[in-house]
């Protein structure tokens, strides 16, 4: 463990000069104190004496590390962005709240937990009172409050089980592909997607006009799901950039965005594995989780550890959802990556020829329903506006020419799909049994979650609640007339699991690791991510000897690339005129398929790969259908480069060598134009290549100074979207995983984990950014669970008092 301990030892190192020391804070809404040991990493470790107040402190404490976090959360859950930032948010405002849960508060929260309501209500309240402290002292908020002239607000339950930002569906996706269809047909469509286990049906009711699935017809979904932009119009002047720095800077992301976005469309996703005693040194299971989202400022999730009569639980999760998705209590660890799952389906209605405010459906004439709203928009007051409902959902789009309507149908308005919430049954589950009986209440995001015990048990089972479609795939927009129902969902009791297999362990990446017997096809998705990850993890783990936890942490962060190892063969047969050429072949063909930062032959492979990649995309994909369609997977291209004749159709390998090599020459040529004539300066992993900058949301507003303090990098990095240790496909490491975590169950005191850049949100915190550079070298910290260790360790002591009513 020496490797990983030293990387934890460096983040203390770093924080070594603070002064250690304890203080009393008194604070209204506690029933009982509260001690609050934090650790050199930036963790909370709170010690509760009742639920209450541990759910209370959990709220307060990460909103004090989080706030403008929260408050952009906040904005975005209600819908009240426009209200600081103008008209030009009015639709992200409007689709927000057309698609906000609308159920009884009871029968939600408690789905999650015997005592949700409570628990969410603690936490709520000590996010007030964490809000209300912050306003009455204004002059110690974060600097971003300052910047936008504006206060924290208050929360509610609803902005806690909010599905803004979920892993929600494929909307956007199955209207792509309905254009396609519309366009070239089901069959051709077809050839261009990597569908599987099973075969969707794409056929496109005639009774859907072409021309309607061309108009933005999802526009108040996409509006909501967007990313906020910040513009310096938006800060105060002491602050703010020059409107064509702001350009340039937003052009720059949106470019790397885009880019990503196409590039990463099947790579995107997770990795964790449990392994058995049997195949580790120390006879007990160990269990390894690294989920991959967006790099952020603050970061995404969250450490906590959480004590009280009842809970003892340590890990991470969404700092805005009280308890912990990903860790350990006292009895086992768990981790979760993403079960490819069709959430939602575009519904088309025909509108009646007299009224737009009915619709056809099985057979007769409905209203829909119609909510009417305000949304407060910065210089223009109240916009009246009106959200209209269908029997399936949210209407997104009415078109009177064509006399037709959309809306859009989505699992996860139901009860029980606030992401990651049911995570408060499984931080309280002491075996395999409860634990996985408390997956049946995780609807949304469909997960693939892990399990192992210090009984020996390692676990798998998948999550979520599927439509049960039958005889439609939901991947093209279906009538909404009541031919093409869903049948219920399928219970989480009867998804694909998994107990103490034979070969040792279980991995999941993201990838279709269902047995090819399961008797529910028609619950199963059709896109899953490539299996390069999974492939690479499964050949490490099928190994036969015992394995370290060092050793997991050093698979989190493996860099071998398996698309390498298809396509570098291919170069032998290949010859350059370029001596230059010639000789950078030869160098790969030695190569160990590693993409490690300083290394010369991942920098041209990797070039060489973007290349042929868009090639035989352009190559491949119409025309007419390349705006809605992208880069194709990966699996595909490397398919077709073992398999030419489906693609070309005369001379298929002739054909096949010279794009290969088309490729690696226009690849050479790009390096050149990028780094310079010097091959010595093509290494892999530098600021001009490979590299990991985390932006701010506020960054591309405010000027150079305030820009560097509030963003993280560049520094350099190794891998991509295929390897373990994954990243976004471009030059930004700008997605990939931010939090990572080791356990070995026979010894908590061994868990190791990371979370980049830091603990807090705060720019003038210590935590803002202390774990950056653990992170950026691949390093880990420890993780501290008992008492007595957690208290040697800790540089601050806080005693949170209950105010008296006075006070």
């Not at 009393?24 to 809404?29: F, P, Q, R, V």
């Not at 790579?267 to 005693?277: K, L, Q």
Request: include cysteine.
């Amino acid at each position: 463990m020496k490797q990983i301990l030293l990387a934890g030892w460096t983040g203390f190192l770093i924080l070594a000069s603070l002064t250690v020391f304890s203080q009393n804070l008194s604070i209204h809404g506690l029933h009982q104190p509260v001690e609050v040991y934090r650790d050199s990493s930036g963790i909370n470790h709170i010690f509760a004496q009742n639920e209450h107040d541990l759910f209370f402190s959990q709220g307060y404490l990460a909103a004090k590390d989080r706030l403008f976090q929260f408050e952009l959360w906040r904005r975005q859950a209600t819908g009240t962005l426009a209200e600081i930032l103008g008209e030009r948010e009015l639709d992200r405002d409007r689709g927000a709240r057309l698609f906000r849960f609308r159920g009884d508060k009871n029968k939600e929260l408690n789905h999650y937990h015997p005592r949700g309501e409570q628990i969410v209500d603690a936490f709520v309240a000590g996010v007030n009172q964490y809000i209300l402290e912050a306003r009455n002292t204004p002059e110690s908020l974060p600097i971003e409050f300052k910047m936008l002239q504006i206060l924290p607000e208050f929360w509610t339950w609803e902005v806690v089980i909010s599905r803004h930002q979920g892993l929600l569906g494929n909307s956007p996706e199955e209207l792509n592909i309905s254009r396609i269809v519309s366009l070239i047909g089901e069959e051709e469509t077809k050839k261009l997607f990597h569908f599987h286990p099973n075969e969707p049906d794409l056929n496109l009711d005639p009774s859907i006009p072409k021309e309607l699935l061309f108009k933005n017809i999802l526009q108040p979904y996409q509006a909501f799901r967007a990313a906020v932009v910040f513009k310096p119009e938006d800060i105060q002047p002491e602050f703010r950039k020059n409107q064509a720095e702001f350009e340039k800077t937003l052009a720059e992301w949106k470019a790397e965005t885009d880019f990503n976005l196409e590039a990463d469309a099947f790579a995107m996703g997770s990795n964790n594995w449990v392994v058995s005693g049997s195949k580790t040194e120390s006879g007990f299971p160990f269990m390894a989780n690294d989920p991959h989202r967006l790099q952020a400022v603050p970061s995404l999730r969250y450490w906590v550890h959480l004590n009280a009569p009842g809970w003892n639980v340590i890990g991470g999760g969404e700092p805005v959802i009280p308890g912990i998705s990903i860790g350990h209590n006292d009895h086992g660890a768990w981790g979760l990556t993403i079960f490819s799952t069709d959430f939602e389906d575009i519904r088309v209605y025909d509108l009646h020829p007299e009224d737009s405010e009915k619709y056809w459906h099985k057979g007769q004439w409905h209203s829909f329903q119609l909510i009417r709203d305000s949304i407060q928009v910065k210089g223009k007051g109240k916009i009246p506006v009106i959200h209209r409902f269908s029997v399936h959902g949210p209407v997104t789009f009415i078109d009177h020419e064509l006399k037709k309507a959309v809306a859009l149908e989505c699992a996860w308005l139901e009860y029980g799909g606030a992401p990651y919430l049911a995570s408060l049954s499984m931080n309280q589950a002491k075996t395999w049994e409860e634990f996985q009986a408390a997956c049946t209440l995780n609807h949304v995001p469909a997960e693939n979650m892990i399990w192992a015990d210090r009984q020996g048990n390692i676990g798998w089972q998948a999550t979520g609640i599927p439509p049960i479609r039958k005889e439609f795939s939901g991947l093209v927009a279906t009538p909404g007339d009541g031919s093409k129902e869903w049948e219920g969902y399928l219970p989480i009791s009867k998804r694909p699991s998994s107990v103490n297999p034979t070969k040792g362990f279980i991995a999941t990446a993201n990838e279709n690791v269902t047995p090819r017997e399961y008797p529910f096809p028609e619950a199963l998705g059709f896109e899953w991510a490539d299996d390069f990850r999974g492939k690479r993890i499964a050949e490490v783990l099928s190994q036969d000897r015992k394995f370290t936890l060092e050793e997991m942490g050093r698979l989190q962060n493996d860099y071998l690339a398996l698309p390498a190892r298809t396509l570098v063969p291919f170069l032998r047969t290949l010859s350059f005129s370029d001596p230059q050429a010639d000789s950078l072949r030869r160098t790969l063909l030695t190569w160990d398929f590693r993409l490690e930062k300083n290394s010369i032959q991942a920098g041209i492979y990797v070039m060489w790969e973007r290349d042929l990649r868009s090639r035989i995309s352009d190559l491949v994909v119409p025309k007419e259908v390349a705006p809605y369609f992208g880069n194709a997977s990966l699996t595909l291209i490397l398919d077709w480069m073992e398999n030419p004749e489906k693609i070309f159709a005369s001379n298929p390998e002739k054909a096949r060598d010279e794009v290969l090599q088309k490729s690696f020459e226009n690849a050479m040529a790009t390096l050149r134009v990028k780094l310079g004539e010097d091959v010595n300066n093509w290494q892999y992993g530098q600021a001009a290549y490979k590299h990991a900058l985390i932006r701010h949301p506020l960054s591309a507003a405010v000027n150079d100074d305030w820009e560097k303090k509030l963003n993280h990098g560049p520094l350099p990095r190794g891998g991509y979207s295929f390897t373990p240790a994954a990243n976004a496909y471009g030059d930004n490491n700008s997605s990939g995983a931010s939090f990572r975590i080791l356990v070995d169950t026979q010894d908590w005191e061994k868990t190791q984990g990371i979370n980049t850049p830091g603990q807090s949100g705060n720019p003038e915190s210590p935590f803002y950014s202390n774990l950056f550079p653990i992170w950026a070298n691949d390093g880990f910290f420890p993780v501290h669970f008992e008492k007595s260790k957690i208290q040697k360790s800790a540089f601050e002591k806080s005693v949170l008092q209950p105010a008296s009513q006075g006070n």
